[in-house]
T-cell receptor, first 115, second 110 residues
Framework: EAGVAQSPRYKIIEKRQSVAFWCNPI?????LYWYQQILGQGPKLLIQ????????DSQLPKDRFSAERLKGVDSTLKIQPAKLEDSAVYLC?????????????FGPGTRLTVT | LAKTTQPISMDSYEGQEVNITCSHN???????ITWYQQFPSQGPRFIIQ???TKVTNEVASLFIPADRKSSTLSLPRVSLSDTAVYYC???????????FGKGTTLSVSS
């Protein structure tokens, strides 16, 4: 079974530029998550989709971050404009459905460096 | 939202049993406890999940006391490959309000 795919794996941009990350979840998984993981910290949930609807985006900085999941499969996360503090690993995860006991399967992440 | 507290780091030797405790004092009635393992440059990987008492799978055991204000991940006979960061996650039954702790860095040496 193929895992969660993310691209790019690495990205370096200057502050005030924009950037987009792509995620392809495991086939058949209805729930998709985007996390931000700053070095030395645990993952922080940014947004959670159930199919193509948003379940939780309470911690998404909506003035600069946006995410969409068209057709309930792939998803993109965008940052515009980027700030220095956005430097982090952005992790995408998917699960069969929302709710316990559905475990999350994580992708390898995209490491973003903002200079 | 239940916040979690874990030791920052732990050291062990190969073959020993390791117990990592997570405190979640304000856990809600319907919240579940899940543990993940993360290696450098990889995403977290599910280890085990529980609601109360004891859960065991092929890699670990999870002990949850009656008051559910803490939980302990037990790794039997660790090896060098168990060196990783371990995260405790508390989430509600609906699978929302997901909050990871800061994680415990486990270092296993020979």
């Amino acid at each position: 079974e193929a895992g969660v795919a993310q691209s790019p794996r690495y990205k370096i941009i200057e502050k005030r530029q924009s950037v987009a990350f792509w995620c392809n979840p495991i086939s058949g998984h209805a729930t998709l998550y985007w996390y931000q993981q700053i070095l030395g910290q645990g993952p922080k949930l940014l947004i959670q989709f159930q199919n193509n609807g948003v379940v939780d985006d309470s911690q998404l900085p909506k003035d600069r971050f946006s995410a969409e999941r068209l057709k309930g499969v792939d998803s993109t996360l965008k940052i515009q404009p980027a700030k220095l503090e956005d430097s982090a690993v952005y992790l995408c995860a998917s699960s069969l459905r929302t709710g316990a006991p559905y475990e999350q399967y994580f992708g390898p992440g995209t490491r973003l460096t903002v200079t | 939202l239940a916040k979690t507290t874990q030791p920052i780091s732990m050291d062990s030797y190969e073959g020993q049993e390791v117990n990592i405790t997570c405190s979640h004092n304000n856990i809600a009635t319907n919240d579940y406890i899940t543990w993940y393992q993360q290696f450098p440059s990889q995403g977290p990987r599910f280890i085990i999940q529980g609601y109360k008492t004891k859960v065991t799978n092929e890699v670990a055991s999870l002990f949850i006391p009656a008051d559910r204000k803490s939980s302990t991940l037990s790794l039997p006979r660790v090896s060098l490959s168990d060196t990783a960061v371990y995260y405790c996650l508390v989430a509600n039954q609906a699978g929302t309000a997901l909050i990871f702790g800061k994680g415990t860095t486990l270092s296993v040496s020979s």
